[in-house]
């Protein structure tokens, strides 16, 4: 898939307006300087700045007759194109059911098949699968401190 720098630009520049937005609206911390928003505005000052670059530079180029969005290089790519919608819905899924279903059991659900898509073996898969997930739940729960859903498997730490 090809997508023109004309509309990837444009929606860089909607993104970072997006982030700035929403970054003005975080709760200020009385006796600091600078709020949670300072960080998030920056990053929103750049992706729309960058965002203009790759905008206008595409738009000053002559055009070369290819279409905003081409999709030629996904025929025939069949077990690609179910990758990129399971990666879309688990993200979406992942929102939706965090909470009750909780990360250990949900992440080995969404990784697996998605290896095994990606032309995996079943055993190398399921292992680096349930090795990765329980090493980022331990990572962020024991040394981050932040807290994963455990939902319906509960890790012993």
Known sequence: MRIDNRLFGIAIVLLGAAVI????HLPKVPGSTFGPGLMPTIIGICF????I???LSAFMKPADGMPLVDFSAWNNQGRGIIAAIWTLMGALLSI???QPIGFPLLAVIYVFPLMLL???R????????????LGLHYVFTNILFVPLPSGLLPLPW
């Open 21 to 24: 937005y929403e970054a003005r």
């Open 53 to 55: 670059k790759i905008a």
């Open 48 to 51: 729309s700045g960058l965002g």
């Open 96 to 98: 939706l059911f965090l």
């Open 122 to 133: 079943p055993v190398p898969a399921a292992i680096v699968a349930a090795t990765t997930v």
């Open 118 to 120: 990606m032309k995996a």
